[in-house]
């Protein structure tokens, strides 16, 4: 009786320590990251590949493009960097640009991105970080 309840309590030990996303191979011990998920891409199989088509497509629908003193279009590049935070809303950490009309363009435009459901570490909320050229 005493054999049947140790066997018995290490397998509910073995299975109270399972986690989603970390796998367990001897002493070494893994956490997969995954992606946050834009809404409506859900019940895709790709998240990733929808995550960046939906981030594109953002982009390319509410991007503004700015215009100099003489009303000439700005042409450059910017680079967001920026993470979607354990709440799943995008913070934008430093924009890259050697126009200032372009930075504040492209973190209004960071910044307009819906609320998603966040990036996992071991299956808990973690923020994951981006770095995003724009081109303008």
Same mark, same amino acid.
Not at 10 to 28: P, R, W
Not at 53 to 67: A, D, F, G, T, W
């Given at each position: 009786?005493?054999?049947?309840?140790?066997?018995? @309590?290490? @397998?509910?030990? /073995?299975? $109270? @320590?399972?986690?989603?996303?970390?796998?367990?191979?001897?002493?070494?011990?893994?956490?997969?990251?995954?992606?946050?998920?834009? &809404?409506?891409?859900?019940?895709?199989?790709?998240? &990733?590949?929808?995550?960046?088509?939906?981030?594109?497509?953002?982009? %390319?629908?509410? /991007?503004?493009?700015? &215009?100099?003193?003489?009303?000439?279009?700005?042409? $450059?590049?910017?680079?967001?960097?920026?993470?979607?935070?354990?709440?799943?809303?995008?913070?934008?950490?430093?924009?890259?640009?050697?126009?200032?009309?372009? &930075?504040?363009?492209?973190? %209004?435009?960071?910044?307009?991105?819906?609320?998603?459901?966040?990036?996992?570490?071991? $299956?808990?909320?973690?923020?994951?970080?981006?770095?995003?050229?724009?081109? @303008?």
């Amino acid at each position: 009786m005493k054999k049947l309840l140790i066997i018995a @309590f290490l @397998f509910s030990a /073995i299975s $109270g @320590f399972a986690q989603e996303d970390v796998d367990v191979d001897g002493n070494k011990v893994t956490m997969r990251e995954t992606a946050p998920v834009w &809404k409506g891409c859900e019940d895709n199989a790709d998240q &990733k590949a929808c995550f960046n088509k939906m981030l594109m497509q953002h982009i %390319r629908e509410n /991007i503004k493009y700015s &215009k100099n003193a003489k009303g000439e279009y700005i042409r $450059g590049k910017a680079v967001v960097k920026m993470k979607v935070n354990e709440e799943g809303k995008v913070v934008v950490n430093s924009v890259e640009s050697k126009y200032p009309e372009l &930075k504040k363009e492209a973190i %209004r435009l960071m910044e307009s991105i819906p609320t998603m459901t966040p990036g996992k570490l071991g $299956g808990k909320p973690k923020a994951i970080k981006y770095t995003i050229p724009i081109n @303008f």
